[in-house]
């Protein structure tokens, strides 16, 4: 497919699909989809599940797709651990034969959608899938499994790593959103990746840089699921006495709200307008679980916030120690109690101008250029 026929007058004339793992909550993965769908308007949105209620603002049911699994019945859909012997079926039976280019953005199954020869298969990838590789013992401790049950999810976990591996071998090229998962589809999947960040919308003005402030609240905003280690965070608090407000929703809810002191609010999930006003007057993000990227605490440096974040994943390409924010070691109430205690003593030396204009880098102008640029490139290859 050679570059001519990749746009015209500026405008992709492909036709173009979209695949996503899940369309039931609104968190990073989505927003990069999100802009993905504003890039190809055209293109319609296929998914596993679909939540049109939690999902239609964003991505609208005439637009989108899903896969025969939203016919089984609801106490299944919200239970994924019964569905795990039909997820790997569910891509698969996506036709997508008309379309010249398909770009899945996937964690898990999305990427193992079947297409021919002569298209394009592009997966932007947030993370080979955490519960089948980084934290499959982690995944089966949460279960609370019987030992007939467990057996069983454990030859399910098996089957599903084959396959995922199989899978990533369908792909014909792999974005990952940061150094972070590039590695990881390395060791992986044997395969390479471009790295293109996220984006985070800075074009809107959506946010504003506040004066220093110290002496209100830390902000944590992220999912409630046990890999982010939010309840580190919750135990460093409570001895600090400090405030926290923690902005999510997620498995842990419940059992998060059960150990927080008098000082730390959990709020659940907000609009991006009221997540706003949290970003602009909190003293810093907490950034405490190690995670591929971290949209969101790129979006507390543009309101110029310091980060203190875990040295590990995506916050390693993203936290300036020094200068937009620090480092603690590892992932225990202890260590991040220190490095708030660091941060705190150090917090007159950050400019929250150069914090943001360090988060500018980020923006949707700049992943929209390097997705095209990707494109055009991979088009001359496949011509």
Same mark, same amino acid.
């Given at each position: ?36 769908? %504003? ?37 299944? %859909? ?64 949460? !279960? ?26 369908? =792909? ?11 590695? %990881? ?14 984006? *985070? ?19 944590? =905003? ?22 926290? *407000? ?5 498995? !842990? ?20 307008? !009221? ?64 490095? *708030? ?27 929209? %250029? ?7 490139? *991979? ?5």
């Amino acid at each position: 497919m050679c570059a001519r026929n990749l746009a015209h007058n500026g405008r992709l004339i492909m036709k173009v699909a979209l695949v996503h793992d899940y369309l039931i909550r609104f968190g990073g993965a989505e927003r990069v989809l999100l802009e993905l769908s %504003r890039m190809f308007p055209e293109a319609p949105i296929y998914t596993l599940l679909y939540d049109e209620a939690k999902m239609g603002e964003w991505f609208p049911g005439e637009r989108v797709k899903s896969s025969f699994l939203q016919k089984f019945p609801e106490f299944w %859909r919200k239970r994924h651990k019964y569905l795990l012997p039909f997820l790997p079926a569910a891509p698969e039976a996506f036709d997508l034969r008309d379309f010249d280019l398909v770009i899945s953005s996937s964690s898990s199954f999305a990427k193992g959608i079947i297409t021919r020869p002569k298209n394009i298969h592009i997966s932007y990838c947030h993370n080979p899938a955490r519960f089948l590789w980084d934290y499959s013992f982690e995944y089966l401790d949460q !279960q609370n499994l019987g030992g007939g049950q467990q057996l069983f999810v454990k030859f399910c976990l098996n089957y599903l790593r084959l396959w995922d591996r199989a899978a990533s071998q369908r =792909v014909d090229y792999f974005i990952a959103n940061s150094k972070a998962t590039a590695a %990881r589809i390395k060791k992986y999947y044997r395969r390479e990746a471009k790295v293109i960040y996220p984006p *985070v919308e800075i074009e809107r003005n959506f946010y504003e840089v506040s004066p220093r402030k110290l002496g209100e609240y830390f902000l944590i =905003v992220s999912q409630l699921a046990p890999y982010k280690k939010i309840d580190v965070a919750i135990e460093a608090f409570n001895k600090l006495e400090l405030p926290l *407000v923690i902005i999510g929703e997620g498995s !842990q809810k419940d059992y998060l709200k059960k150990i927080t002191n008098k000082n730390i609010k959990i709020l659940g999930w907000l609009s991006d307008s !009221q997540i706003r006003q949290y970003y602009e007057n909190c003293v810093a993000f907490i950034f405490p679980g190690e995670d591929d990227f971290g949209i969101a605490a790129v979006e507390a440096m543009l309101c110029g916030k310091p980060v203190l974040a875990l040295k590990a994943g995506g916050a390693l390409e993203t936290v300036l120690p020094g200068m937009t924010g620090e480092f603690f070691e590892a992932p225990t109430p202890e260590v991040l109690a220190e490095g *708030v205690r660091r941060l705190r003593e150090n917090f007159n030396r950050y400019s929250p101008l150069v914090i943001r204009k360090w988060a500018e880098k980020f923006s949707t102008e700049r992943f929209r %250029r390097e997705i095209m640029a990707f494109i055009e490139k *991979v088009g001359y290859n496949k011509k």
